[in-house]
Structures are given as structure tokens and as C-alpha cells.
């Protein structure tokens, strides 16, 4: 079944598209990541899909019903900010039970609710406090937490760990993948960050200027990869001939082989496990391969030394890979 | 890094000679002569009906201007800060106007509106009376304390952002819940200040009302107005002291009900 549908969805910002007749279908408790670069469109789908933006054309459906017309107030979604959107002038509890306080929900229900909420986002003990008194993941949570309080059809969260530090955030990434697990609730994620898409997602959209380039499980995206924007934007690149290749799917070797390119190494960096040969070619296009730490030490490169490269896989190609004798 | 000993001396000197001299003295010495004679001497002097008239028209005009000050000011600000519409600039302008005109020629512009040769001047035949009456003083009073809610809550309001208003809508809050329970209680910092300022102001309030008011004792007179009056008109300057003191007690106790109203809203 699907939970939200796009429609042909356009949105001017007077001449500028930041919508181009997009078009998506997220299904029933899945976890959908919207990703692009900054400015792709990502924000204003999502505020579309809420309602928090009109769109100049086309409609949004929710759990079958056309909402297009209807207010934020009125679709049964829960929507997280970047940068949380607590209220400041309420506690953690006063936060969380907003939405049920709304809905006039019996004081001893609403009660029980934010207790379990908060236990769920572990936030059990701050009940009392102000959000001026969280931390900034805390505070994230505490926002989750308030979005799940009225059991939306659909959670909204607008690149939620944007604004914390880089550990925060692989943690927090990590617990959101948890708590779908639990919930259920269709999700669907604003990030520009393709690690995080891949990490947590279980369906990704690609955007870029305002269209959907891809949509796809992470590894069909990674794997198959619609186009070169859609495969340069998930993972690193190396340009060999015109063509774009995975840095791991370039095969070094010491000897001219088939289709193989002339390239100067350029550097050798040791990264634990994977070691990285930065090289030049004869048009002077930097390039870099990746490799294990057992292939380079076979391979024994030095800067400035001549190689070959040519897109494979080394464990396919261990005899093209093998020193000439 | 430390202000040596004798530098830090005669700062601190400074700043206190220079309050003592600009404001303490001042208010000390009105304070002294309402006094010099007893408690008994200016408990008359601030009970004769034209001072207790004057006590009911200055509060009337506070409970008539505060609150109309809270709501227009409100609103304008939101409008102000939220609002795209075209003319931003000019309303921007008018709300500074009582800020760039004297309140004389505000007085002197209402006569010409409302007055009998003015404008609505053919209100007065039907026997509403707008100058030389109170509803005259609080148009004036009105003009003059506008701009103070507005450009008191409107960076208030720019700083919060919308974010929490929108966070509330998607919770289901309509426009109403959203203003009542998070725009409102997040600007009551900016708003209290406002009040405050308008308080002080249509108590203290002389160049526009008196033009706008009979300047007759125990008829339409203020107390800033029974001041004045009593100070150069009447020849009696004890009875000025005192109706100055009972202005400054009336401002005192505004400001201490502002200020307990912020701690229960803080608390709350
Ligand atoms: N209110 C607005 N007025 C004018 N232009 C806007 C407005 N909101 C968004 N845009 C433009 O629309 C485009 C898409 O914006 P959007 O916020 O959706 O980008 P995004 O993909 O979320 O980027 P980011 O990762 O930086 O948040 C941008 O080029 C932006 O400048
Ligand atoms: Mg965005």
C-alpha cells in the first residue's frame, strides 16, 4: 500500500523551479530518504507533502486521501525541523503532550502517553527540565518524541541531525533505525548526506534541481545507478576514459594489459585496511584507485612510477594484477 | 586586566555624583516637601476631589489604552514580521510617526479632526463630546504610546522565528491555539516591556492632553495635568508635591504588577 503519494508536484520561487513535476510514491511503513545536494528541492517536498508549502500545481496524497488542500493542522503528519522547533516556554513534558492537549485527550491518558514516549527516546528522567537544559541531541529526541505523541500517519523529519556533531549523529541514526524497527510508522528523511541515506534508509530518492533522478533500495542505487549524477553523488568517482568508475573497481597493474590506461602514481596513502593510490594520467586528470592493503603490497608502488589502470575488480583479474614476471 | 585602584574610585564616583544630581536629588527633594509637613498634610492634598478626579481620569485612560495598545500592537507586529504584503514600508513609517511629531501639534491636530469646527465636528451637536472631554484625552494618549508594543515585540518576534508556529500546526493547533499558546507566551517579554513603557508614558503624558483637555480642575484634568496646574496655575506648589508623588506611586505600582505578572507567567 502507499502511505503518501506526489503527483506531478511543481513550486516556483518566482522564475526559479525548485519543484519540476516531481512525482513519488512512499510505501506503508517504509523509511524513505530524500537525498540531494543543497538546494536540490529535498526541504520543499517534504513541506509539500506537509502542507507547511502550497504547491503551485499538482496534488499530495496521504494514506489514500487527498490532502491537497487541506492544511498542516488537518493530515495526521508529525514533522521534525533541523533545528528542533522546541517550545521553548514548555518543559519536556509540556513539549510532548502538546499535540494530545490539542486533541483533548483525557489528562491521565495524556499522562501515560509521554511516559511512554519518553522511555521509548530516552528522555525519561528530563521530564521537568526546559529544552534551554537538553542537549542538542536531546532536544532532537525530545522532538521525535512530541511527533510520535499524536500518532501521525506519516513522520516527516527535515534533515534531522543536521545540526549535530558527527558522532551525535551516527548514534542518533543508528536509534531512528531502532525505533522504525519498533514504531512502524512510515518515515520518510530529508539529508544530503549519502551516508546516512545508505545507513538508515531502506529506500532512498535521489534529487537534483528539482527532479527525482532515482529512486531505489540503497544498493540498487549504488549498484545501478541511473546516470552519472546518481552514481557520483552516492559514493566517490574516478573519471577513466570518459567514463565514471567506483575508485575500488579500478584494476592497477604494472604491465600494459587490455583496455588498460598509462597512469603516474601520484601517491600511496594507507588507510588501515584499504589503501588509496592517487595517479595522473597523460591528459594530467587526477584520478584515484582503492585497493587492499595485501594488493598493495604485491603491487610495491612508488611515486612517480608508471602504471596501468583499467576498470575490473582485482579479485577477478589477480593475474593481470600479478608483477610482470 | 584589572582598573587600578584610583581610576576605578573616580569612575564610580562620577556615576553615582552624576544619577544623584540628574535624578536622585530631584525625586528626593519633591518627595521631601510632600513630606516636610506629615503624612497627615499630603494625604489632604491627595484626597481633595479635583485630585482624586484627576486619580480616576488618569487610570481610566490607562485601562482604556493599554489594553486597545496590546491587541492593535500586536497584531501590527505580527503583521510586520509575518506578513508579505505590499506597503510594509509605509505602515512601517506610520507606526514611527508619534515618535518624529511633537505632541503638541498631535493635541492641536486632533482639535482640528474632532474639535466643533473640525472635521467630525458635527458629533459635538449630538452631544458627543470628544475634545475638552476624555475621549479626546485618550485619542491623544493613544497616538502617542502607538509605537511601543509594536517596536517591542516586533524583534521579539523576528528572533523566535516561525518555526515553533509551524512545529504547533503540524501538531494539529489551529492559528488561534497557536497564537494563544506559543506565539503569545513567547513574546511576554517584548509585550510586558511595551505595557510598561505605555503605562509610564499615558500617566506622564502632558503636551497632547493638555491641549485636549479643559485644563480645569476636577473636569478633565490628569494628574500630570493637576500637576502642572497646581504648580504655576493655582499657586500652590505643596499640592503639586503631592499629586507628584501619588504619579510616581501609580507608576511604581505598574511596574511592580508588570513585574510579578512575568515571574507567574515564567513560573507557569
Ligand atoms: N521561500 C523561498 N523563497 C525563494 N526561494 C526559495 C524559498 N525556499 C526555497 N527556495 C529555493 O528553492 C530551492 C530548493 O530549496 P530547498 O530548501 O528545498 O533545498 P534543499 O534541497 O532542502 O537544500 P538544503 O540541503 O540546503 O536544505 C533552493 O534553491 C532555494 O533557494
Ligand atoms: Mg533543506
Given at each position: 500500500m502507499t502511505a503518501i503519494s506526489a503527483i506531478d508536484v511543481n513550486k516556483h520561487y518566482g522564475d526559479f523551479a525548485a519543484l519540476d513535476n516531481v512525482s513519488i510514491e512512499i510505501p506503508d511503513g517504509s523509511l524513505t530518504a530524500l537525498l540531494g545536494p543543497s538546494g536540490s528541492g529535498k526541504s520543499t517536498l517534504l513541506r509539500v507533502i506537509s502542507g507547511l508549502e502550497v504547491p503551485d500545481t499538482g496534488r499530495v496524497l496521504i494514506a489514500g486521501e487527498d490532502v491537497t488542500a487541506l492544511t498542516p493542522q488537518k493530515r495526521g503528519i508529525g514533522f521534525v525541523f533541523q533545528h528542533y522547533a522546541?517550545?521553548?516556554?514548555?518543559?519536556?513534558?509540556?513539549?510532548?503532550?502538546?499535540?494530545?492537549?490539542?486533541?483533548?485527550?483525557?489528562?491521565?491518558?495524556?499522562?501515560?502517553?509521554?511516559?511512554?514516549?519518553?522511555?521509548?527516546?530516552?528522555?525519561?528522567?528530563?521530564?521537568?527540565?526546559?529544552?534551554?537544559?537538553?542537549?542538542?541531541?536531546?532536544?532532537?529526541?525530545?522532538?521525535?518524541?512530541?511527533?510520535?505523541?499524536?500518532?501521525?500517519?506519516?513522520?516527516?523529519?527535515?534533515?534531522?541531525?543536521?545540526?549535530?556533531?558527527?558522532?551525535?549523529?551516527?548514534?542518533?541514526?543508528?536509534?531512528?533505525?531502532?525505533?522504525?524497527?519498533?514504531?512502524?510508522?512510515?518515515?520518510?528523511?530529508?539529508?544530503?548526506?549519502?551516508?546516512?541515506?545508505?545507513?538508515?534508509?531502506?529506500?532512498?530518492?535521489?534529487?537534483?534541481?528539482?527532479?527525482?533522478?532515482?529512486?531505489?533500495?540503497?544498493?540498487?542505487?549504488?549498484?545501478?545507478?541511473?546516470?552519472?549524477?546518481?552514481?557520483?553523488?552516492?559514493?566517490?568517482?574516478?573519471?577513466?576514459?570518459?567514463?565514471?568508475?567506483?575508485?575500488?573497481?579500478?584494476?592497477?597493474?604494472?604491465?600494459?594489459?587490455?583496455?588498460?590506461?598509462?597512469?603516474?602514481?601520484?601517491?600511496?596513502?594507507?588507510?588501515?585496511?584499504?589503501?588509496?593510490?592517487?595517479?595522473?594520467?597523460?591528459?594530467?586528470?587526477?584520478?584515484?584507485?582503492?585497493?587492499?592493503?595485501?594488493?598493495?603490497?604485491?603491487?610495491?608502488?612508488?611515486?612517480?612510477?608508471?602504471?596501468?589502470?583499467?576498470?575490473?575488480?582485482?579479485?577477478?583479474?589477480?593475474?593481470?594484477?600479478?608483477?610482470?614476471? | 586586566m584589572r582598573v587600578s585602584r584610583l581610576p576605578q574610585l573616580t569612575l564610580r564616583t562620577i556615576a553615582l555624583t552624576y544619577l544623584t544630581v540628574l535624578l536622585l536629588i530631584p525625586v528626593g527633594l519633591i518627595l521631601y516637601r510632600t513630606?516636610?509637613?506629615?503624612?497627615?498634610?499630603?494625604?489632604?492634598?491627595?484626597?481633595?476631589?479635583?485630585?482624586?478626579?484627576?486619580?480616576?481620569?488618569?487610570?481610566?485612560?490607562?485601562?482604556?489604552?493599554?489594553?486597545?495598545?496590546?491587541?492593535?500592537?500586536?497584531?501590527t507586529a505580527l503583521a510586520l514580521v509575518r506578513g508579505r504584503f505590499r506597503g510594509r514600508g509605509i505602515v512601517q513609517a506610520i507606526v514611527d510617526l508619534p515618535f518624529a511629531v511633537s505632541p503638541v501639534i498631535v493635541g492641536a491636530s486632533l482639535v482640528l479632526l474632532w474639535g466643533v469646527h473640525g472635521w467630525f465636528g458635527g458629533l459635538a451637536e449630538h452631544g458627543i463630546k470628544i475634545i475638552f472631554s476624555l475621549p479626546g484625552m485618550v485619542l491623544a494618549t493613544i497616538f502617542v504610546t502607538l509605537p511601543f508594543v509594536v517596536r517591542e515585540v516586533e524583534p521579539v518576534l523576528h528572533e523566535i522565528g516561525n518555526e515553533q508556529e509551524q512545529a504547533a500546526s503540524t501538531l494539529g493547533a489551529s492559528a488561534w491555539q497557536t497564537f494563544w499558546r506559543i506565539t503569545l507566551p513567547s513574546i511576554r517579554w517584548g509585550l510586558a516591556y511595551g505595557v510598561v513603557l505605555t503605562v509610564a508614558r499615558a500617566l506622564g503624558e502632558f503636551g497632547a492632553v493638555s491641549i485636549v483637555s479643559t485644563g480645569v480642575s476636577g473636569d478633565s484634568e490628569t494628574l500630570t495635568l493637576l500637576v502642572a496646574n497646581r504648580f504655576d496655575a493655582s499657586f500652590n506648589p505643596f499640592g503639586s508635591y503631592a499629586a507628584a508623588t501619588v504619579l510616581m506611586g501609580l507608576a511604581l505600582v505598574a511596574l511592580l504588577l508588570m513585574t510579578l505578572f512575568e515571574r507567574k507567567g515564567r513560573r507557569a
Open positions: 522546541a517550545f521553548k516556554h514548555m518543559t519536556v513534558r509540556d513539549n510532548v503532550a502538546f499535540g494530545l492537549k490539542i486533541r483533548k485527550r483525557p489528562k491521565a491518558e495524556i499522562s501515560a502517553r509521554v511516559d511512554e514516549l519518553l522511555e521509548i527516546v530516552g528522555l525519561a528522567g528530563f521530564q521537568r527540565r526546559y529544552p534551554s537544559q537538553l542537549s542538542g541531541g536531546q532536544r532532537q529526541r525530545m522532538a521525535l518524541a512530541r511527533a510520535l505523541a499524536v500518532e501521525p500517519k506519516v513522520l516527516l523529519l527535515d534533515e534531522p541531525f543536521g545540526a549535530l556533531d558527527a558522532k551525535v549523529r551516527e548514534d542518533l541514526r543508528t536509534w531512528l533505525r531502532r525505533l522504525h524497527d519498533e514504531v512502524h510508522v512510515t518515515t520518510v528523511l530529508v539529508t544530503h548526506d549519502q551516508e546516512e541515506a545508505m545507513d538508515v534508509a531502506d529506500r532512498i530518492a535521489v534529487l537534483n534541481a528539482g527532479r527525482i533522478e532515482q529512486i531505489g533500495s540503497p544498493r540498487e542505487l549504488y549498484e545501478e545507478p541511473a546516470n552519472d549524477f546518481v552514481m557520483s553523488f552516492l559514493g566517490p568517482v574516478a573519471t577513466l576514459g570518459g567514463k565514471l568508475v567506483r575508485p575500488h573497481d579500478l584494476v592497477v597493474s604494472l604491465r600494459q594489459i587490455e583496455d588498460a590506461v598509462p597512469v603516474t602514481v601520484e601517491r600511496v596513502v594507507h588507510l588501515g585496511f584499504e589503501v588509496r593510490i592517487s595517479l595522473r594520467d597523460a591528459d594530467g586528470e587526477e584520478l584515484s584507485a582503492q585497493t587492499t592493503r595485501g594488493e598493495a603490497a604485491r603491487l610495491d608502488l612508488s611515486e612517480g612510477q608508471q602504471v596501468f589502470v583499467r576498470p575490473g575488480h582485482p579479485a577477478f583479474d589477480a593475474d593481470v594484477a600479478a608483477p610482470a614476471a | 513630606f516636610e509637613h506629615g503624612i497627615g498634610a499630603f494625604w489632604d492634598s491627595a484626597t481633595t476631589p479635583a485630585s482624586l478626579h484627576a486619580i480616576q481620569v488618569t487610570l481610566t485612560i490607562v485601562a482604556i489604552v493599554v489594553p486597545l495598545n496590546v491587541i492593535f500592537g500586536v497584531f
